[in-house]
């Protein structure tokens, strides 16, 4: 048996194998419930090619043909009854996806077929798969690091193409191969410290760190930074347009969706509760929030709708400030809550300007003059500018364990080199926390406690 980790600790792998007993042979229906043209049960683990010698008819019996292959049949019941006909494709471990030997029973994707021919499976021995199993075995397997299992469940999560292309770049690989560059810099450190600290007396020649730090510590900085972005393209983003009444907010919120959602009048007040709608902006999910106008008012009912317009306001990843270009220019009578990322609009710039400022972009609703500029602006502002090549961090365990290691990095830059050492190490196990490589047990368990049976 490997030896236990660290501090006596046996890796979660081990673990997990012994808990989930990784030498039984899996099943589930791998697509999506109800009636469809093709459904697929897939089957993995040492019996698969044995169960699908008995469910299966064909021209070859699975177990006999070479992997990466397919076989056109009938998939019969225990009696003889015909279940359907359709494919049985055989993969056969390693080159799998999980690394076992797999098979996946393809027919028409109606409930009673689909639930017929798991039933049989089952009948032949194997049990029915955990939700995430599949995606479990590929990661203990080595097929997938934990970061690119998280980007399989990204992948079938995802709702826009923003997110979509996140998980795909994540399930390459990418944010993988990120995160070995930055560990290459910090391991050729910390060997050099390690060596000139173990054997002083042989003429170790010292090495400059400050160069592999630097660059390490700058790929985290990128890395982190990026976290916002990437779970903003994951999650999506909340935006709420706040200002004072008839500033514009209900007529840039239908603009923004392209048809009329909110009601918009000429008297003051008409909003006094919040409304909320979807739309894509810049391959990213966006609820608009459409806010009561903010200003002074004895009416309790309008009081109470102001003062939920700036706790939006609070809670939101970004506000739209929106002043009326038309009228003298007048302060909001609350601030907003601090830390609140706010783009400024002068709105109804189709009328006279009554004032103007460089920082404030000039949105017509009506003729639709400034909207491309502000969607750009809106797009920078959750997404940054972030490189679109490169992979993202998209979850907060994921950036949790980059901002630790970023930190371990720049507390090593200050420190004599027995302290600068020990932070490195500290750096480095933060990365395998990222990618998996040397996880607690618990940590795997959420990550694929969200996944869904068949993956």
């Not at 690394?99 to 039933?119: I, K, N, T, W, Y």
């Not at 032949?124 to 690119?148: C, K, N, W």
């Not at 010292?206 to 930074?225: F, G, H, I, K, N």
């Amino acid at each position: 048996m490997p030896p236990a980790g660290r501090g006596g600790r046996r890796p979660a792998t081990l673990r997990l194998v012994t808990r989930t007993g990784l030498t039984d042979t899996i099943a589930a229906i791998a697509t999506a419930p109800g009636s469809a043209g093709v459904g697929i049960v897939r089957v993995s683990g040492e019996g698969a090619h044995a169960i699908a010698d008995a469910l299966f008819r064909g021209r070859r019996r699975p177990s006999r043909t070479p992997g990466g292959r397919f076989l056109f049949g009938h998939l019969l019941a225990a009696d003889g009854e015909v279940l359907d006909e359709g494919l049985c494709l055989i993969f056969r471990a390693p080159r799998s996806y999980t690394g076992e030997d797999v098979v996946e029973f393809q027919s028409h994707g109606s409930p009673a077929v689909l639930g017929r021919v798991l039933g049989r499976v089952l009948e032949l021995g194997a049990r029915l798969a955990r939700p995430g199993e599949f995606t479990l075995r590929a990661y203990l397997a080595g097929r997938l690091d934990l970061s690119q299992a998280e980007a399989v469940l990204g992948l079938v999560e995802a709702h826009t193409d923003a997110a979509r292309r996140q998980a795909s770049l994540g399930l390459s690989g990418a944010l993988g191969a990120r995160v070995a560059r930055i560990g290459a810099n910090l391991t050729r450190t910390l060997a050099a410290i390690q060596a000139m600290l173990d054997y002083p007396d042989e003429g170790v020649p010292e090495e400059d760190r400050d160069a592999p730090l630097t660059a390490a510590e700058a790929d985290l900085s990128a890395l982190v930074a990026s976290a916002r972005a990437g779970q903003v393209a994951t999650r999506g983003a909340r935006l709420a347009l706040i200002g004072r009444p008839n500033a514009g907010k209900s007529s840039l919120l239908n603009a923004l969706l392209g048809y009329e959602r909110s009601i918009v009048t000429p008297i003051p007040g008409t909003t006094r509760d919040y409304l909320e709608a979807g739309v894509e902006l810049a391959g990213v999910p966006v609820t608009l929030v459409d806010t009561a106008g903010i200003r002074d008012t004895r009416d309790e009912v309008e009081a109470a709708g102001v003062r939920q317009a700036v706790a939006l306001a609070g809670a939101a990843d970004l506000v739209l400030a929106l002043e009326d270009g038309s009228l003298p220019r007048e302060v909001l009578p609350t601030e907003l809550p601090g830390g609140a990322r706010v783009i400024r609009v002068r709105t109804k710039a189709d009328l006279s300007a009554a004032w103007t400022d460089p920082a404030a972009l000039d949105v017509s609703a009506v003729t639709g003059e400034g909207l491309p500029d502000l969607r750009d602006a809106i797009s920078a502002a959750l997404l940054g500018d972030t490189a679109r090549g490169e992979a993202w961090l998209t979850t907060e365990r994921q950036a949790d364990a980059a901002r630790r290691a970023l930190g371990h990095v720049q507390a090593a830059r200050t420190l004599p080199d027995d302290l600068a050492g020990w932070e490195l190490e500290e750096a480095l196990r933060a990365l395998s926390d990222l990618t998996g490589r040397d996880v607690q047990e618990d940590v795997v368990d959420a990550v694929f406690r969200n996944f869904c049976v068949g993956k």
